[in-house]
C-alpha cells in the first residue's frame, strides 16, 4: 500500500502570496493516479488537480500541480481569501486496487 | 450536472450495521465509465476510501474494513449502497458517496453533500 506524506502540516500565509504544497508517496506511482482536492469547513472535498497537473472543471489558473515519481506538489500562485482551506492529495494503487489519500495540509491566514 | 446524495440513519448503535443509500441525479450509474465510492471522514481528520462499485457489480473494498463492508447497486433507483457490520465509535464520521472515474486519470469528479454517522448506544 503506497503511503502519502503531506507537508507542512500547517502552512500561514497572507493573501497574496505563494503557496507551495507537498506531497509524498511511500513508492513511485503513476502521474495519472494523483489528484489534490480543497476541503473547506462543513462541506465535501471538490476536486483541484488530476493526472498531477490537469485543472478540474472551473478551477482558477492560480492553482496548479507539478511532480512525478514520489514527488508531487500543488501550487497556488497568489492565494486569495477563499483558497484558505485544508488540501488533501490523493493515490490509486492497483495491488491492491484502493485509494488512498494523504492526512492533509492546512493554509491558514497569517 | 451529476448530484449525489446521501441518505439513512444518522445514528447506528454499537455492534448493529450502518447502512447509506447514495442516490444519484443528472446522470446514468450505468453509464460505464465510472466506479461509484464510498469515503468517510471521522470529525478533524483526514479522508478513508471505504470501497467501491462498479455498475455490473464489481467491487473493490479497503483490506482494513473489508471484512465488514458490502457495496451493493440498484441500477433501477439509479443508487448504491453502503453496509458496514458491527460498528464501533470509531466508525463515527462523515460518510462521502462520490464518483470515481474508470479510466484514465483516476480522480473523484463528483461527490456527496455527506452525511454525519454517529456510533451511540
Known amino acids: 500500500e503506497i503511503v502519502l506524506t503531506q507537508s507542512p502540516g500547517t502552512l500561514s500565509l497572507s493573501p497574496g502570496e505563494r503557496a507551495t504544497l507537498s506531497c509524498r508517496a511511500s513508492q513511485s506511482l503513476s502521474s495519472s493516479y494523483l489528484a489534490w482536492y480543497q476541503q473547506k469547513p462543513g462541506q465535501a472535498p471538490r476536486l483541484l488537480i488530476y493526472?498531477?497537473?490537469s485543472r478540474a472543471t472551473g478551477i482558477p489558473d492560480r492553482f496548479s500541480g507539478s511532480g512525478s515519481g514520489t514527488d508531487f506538489t500543488l501550487t497556488i500562485s497568489r492565494l486569495e481569501p477563499e483558497d484558505f482551506a485544508v488540501y488533501y492529495c490523493?493515490?490509486?494503487?492497483?495491488?491492491?486496487?484502493?485509494?488512498?489519500f494523504g492526512q492533509g495540509t492546512k493554509l491558514e491566514i497569517k | 450536472q451529476v448530484q449525489l446524495q446521501e441518505s439513512g440513519p444518522g445514528l447506528v448503535k454499537p455492534s448493529q450495521t450502518l447502512s447509506l443509500t447514495c442516490t444519484v441525479s443528472g446522470g446514468s450509474i450505468s453509464s460505464g465509465s465510472h466506479y461509484w465510492s464510498w469515503i468517510r471522514q471521522p470529525a478533524g481528520k483526514g479522508l478513508e476510501w471505504i470501497g467501491r462499485?462498479?455498475?455490473?457489480?464489481?467491487?473493490n473494498y479497503n483490506p482494513s474494513l473489508k471484512s465488514r463492508v458490502t457495496i451493493s447497486v440498484d441500477t433501477s433507483k439509479n443508487q448504491f449502497s453502503l453496509k458496514l457490520s458491527s460498528v464501533t465509535a470509531a466508525d463515527t464520521a462523515v460518510y462521502y458517496c462520490?464518483?470515481?472515474?474508470?479510466?484514465?486519470?483516476?480522480?473523484?469528479?463528483?461527490w456527496g453533500q455527506g452525511t454525519l454517522v454517529t456510533v451511540s448506544s
Open positions: 462499485i462498479y455498475t455490473i457489480g464489481i467491487t
Open positions: 462520490a464518483r470515481d472515474t474508470r479510466y484514465g486519470d483516476l480522480r473523484f469528479d463528483y
Open positions: 493526472g498531477a497537473s
Open positions: 490523493q493515490q490509486y494503487g492497483t495491488s491492491p486496487p484502493m485509494y488512498t
